[in-house]
């Protein structure tokens, strides 16, 4: 997508390649504890992302670093077993990171969160062979808490749109944060179900003049906007009763994976930035997404019982 004037640093567009639909999930990994159901969940955001564009109906694969323990091991086979390719990512010995959350009202609320303990913490750097992997998809995803924003300049500079998840948190919108990650990035996301309107609008501009070339905000029940610089889309959320969902984990990934594959379907590429019109249907299939997000059990997969330590389950990290 183009950048406004004013951009920090322009992002270079490759020499145009064949037009391809996949999608490559850079970066974290979890297991989501389920504290009042006594389960883990695979999960992570870039897993999400990941499983969320196959289940869409495009090639998926998933790139970082996997525990070699028992929650890592499990986590390895729900990625794959949901169609998603994860063999050019590492084993490296140490434990899996855990986040811990239970349901209230519908809603995933965190509780707390354990990083992975020895070399499965640190980020996998991407080495030319890895590089030119990642260059082979039409789009890679990554967030912050995945450690790859020193990797960022390499990607994008490599070919493929790059997909950038911010969070909610404070720390991570910071104009230093911001101007290191948005040069980079084609579409940023941000979590805003907390701002009012006029304030997530001005971040969003923030987030565009300082590099980025598309940032999506979500809003949830509050629906969701999309900016590029020249053009301002907006949409309503799809709601769900209350009662009936299962709960909101993953529907955030959903929206973007939702939003992001139809902006691919439509062409979207660095050369060919998305059209207002498909920025709107974008909106209107990300919501769509993350409706039908809400009535599947945790991100993916099938559960697992959570391990019991010192004859009570493992409720609190």
């Not at 670093?65 to 028992?70: E, L, M, P």
């Not at 949901?82 to 349901?103: I, P």
Request: charged share 20%; proline share 6%.
């Amino acid at each position: 997508a183009a950048l406004m004037a004013g951009a920090v640093s322009p992002r270079t567009a490759p020499a145009p390649r064949e037009t391809l639909m996949n999608v490559l999930g850079f970066g974290d990994n979890t297991v989501d504890r389920f504290v009042d159901r006594g389960t883990d969940y695979p999960g992570g955001n870039c897993v999400n992302v990941a499983v969320y564009a196959q289940r869409l109906g495009l090639d998926a694969a998933y790139l970082g670093v996997f525990g070699d323990d028992d929650l890592g091991t499990r986590l390895r086979a729900a990625v794959a077993a949901q169609g998603v390719t994860a063999d050019h990512s590492v084993v490296r010995h140490g434990e899996t990171s855990v986040s811990t959350l239970q349901v209230k009202d519908g809603d995933r609320v965190f509780l707390g969160y354990a990083p992975g303990g020895g070399a499965v913490a640190d980020p996998l750097p991407l080495t030319p062979a890895l590089l030119a992997y990642a260059a082979s998809f039409s789009l890679v995803h990554s967030s912050v808490y995945s450690g790859t924003e020193a990797e960022l300049p390499l990607l994008a500079g490599a070919g493929p749109l790059v997909s950038f998840d911010f969070s909610d948190e404070e720390e991570f919108r910071t104009p230093a944060y911001l101007d290191r990650v948005c040069p980079h990035v084609d579409l940023a996301l941000l979590s805003c179900s907390h701002l009012d309107e006029m304030a997530t609008r001005a971040l969003l501009a923030e987030a565009v003049r300082r590099g980025a070339g598309m940032a999506l905000a979500t809003r949830g029940l509050h629906g969701a906007i999309a900016y590029d610089g020249r053009t301002t889309a907006v949409a309503p959320a799809r709601t769900a009763d209350p009662g009936s969902i299962s709960d909101t984990m993953g529907c955030g990934d959903a929206f973007l994976a939702g939003f992001a594959v139809s902006l691919l379907r439509d062409g979207w590429s660095r050369r060919v930035p998305p059209t207002p019109a498909a920025q709107q249907e974008a909106l209107r299939r990300g919501a769509e997404a993350a409706y039908h997000q809400c009535f599947v059990e945790a991100a993916f997969g099938r559960g697992w019982p959570t391990p019991v330590r010192r004859g009570r389950p493992a409720t609190a990290l």
